[in-house]
């Protein structure tokens, strides 16, 4: 089911801050930004071999970096999984007991479907399941 690490998730305050020190201190190429503002969020696409890093600047008080930062500082927020189908992931998740935040897709940074699994049901880490076209 799980292709590949698609993307790491790093929460930050400053998003052009953080931009500087992954790319001009790490040497990462910035592939561009976007705001998803069903997700309350402007991202930052700095890819690494296969997989990528996406920084994550809050475009609202109320949105879930805001919130994540708030309670925890600035730091890795998710792990983000390939999957070829999301709709069949969730279903065997779902059927293996984990609990799901989406029980449905939503729209995610880069045009990808995603979806969230609940925490408490994997260890204390906010799993994303990711699948792109």
Wanted: include cysteine; charged fraction near 30%.
């Amino acid at each position: 089911m799980i292709g590949k690490i698609d993307h790491i998730g790093i929460a930050v305050s400053n998003l052009d801050e953080a931009v500087k020190l992954y790319r001009d201190v790490l040497g990462l190429e910035l592939h561009g930004t976007e705001v998803v503002p069903e997700q309350k969020v402007r991202v930052a696409f700095l890819p690494v071999g296969d997989t990528e890093v996406e920084l994550l600047e809050s475009t609202s008080a109320e949105g879930p970096i805001a919130k994540f930062i708030e309670a925890k500082g600035q730091g890795i927020q998710h792990i983000a999984f390939r999957v070829d189908d999301i709709e069949a992931a969730l279903e065997e998740m779902k059927a293996k007991g984990m609990r799901l935040i989406d029980d449905k897709p939503r729209y995610g940074a880069g045009g990808a479907k995603i979806a969230f699994l609940h925490p408490k049901s994997t260890g204390g880490v906010l799993i994303e399941l990711c699948e792109r076209k």
